[in-house]
């Protein structure tokens, strides 16, 4: 499913940027995802005994404002099957043209939530620190890590919670010899 999802995401992406049109693109997708996320539209689009025919009509009237090309992926989908990949593919796609603007994506793992200027300085600290212009953060709240935060940012592990600094004070103490 993911290599589907990746070649529709890889030839919108290349299409998108030949076009100089990311931005277009986004928000279509955006778009279309808000639509397709909703069962009754997936059903009925992935439903076997619905035409081809019926199905273009639907969404040429339930996406009449988007870009022609973002529907025409839709549709493409659809006939062929794979309209069930389509959120994939937008996260795929959102992610490609994230890495050609030189945004990076970064999880976040804090104990308390973050209030905008935290949030703010520790996006330009990871964007610094991984050498990119900008970071999106994804964050997620977990009371275990004490404090502190922990990131991911591609391939960077960044562990700077209370929990680890705490185990790692406690492994040094426990190393040394008694005199």
Known sequence: MAA???RYAQA????????NSLDVWEEGL???SEVLLDPDVLGFLDAPQVTDSAKLDGI????PSID???RNTVSLMTVNHDVNKFVEMYRLFSE????????ARAEVVTAVPLDDAQRDRLATG?????GRSEVKITENVNPDIIGGVEAKVGDHLIDGSTRTQLRLMRDSLAERPVD
């Open 68 to 70: 022609g090309l973002v």
């Open 12 to 19: 919108a992406f290349e299409l998108a940027k030949d076009h």
């Open 4 to 6: 589907t999802g990746r």
């Open 30 to 32: 955006a778009s279309a």
């Open 126 to 130: 990871l964007a610094r620190l991984v």
């Open 60 to 63: 040429a009237t339930i996406l």
């Open 96 to 103: 490609m043209a994230d890495e050609y603007r030189g945004i």
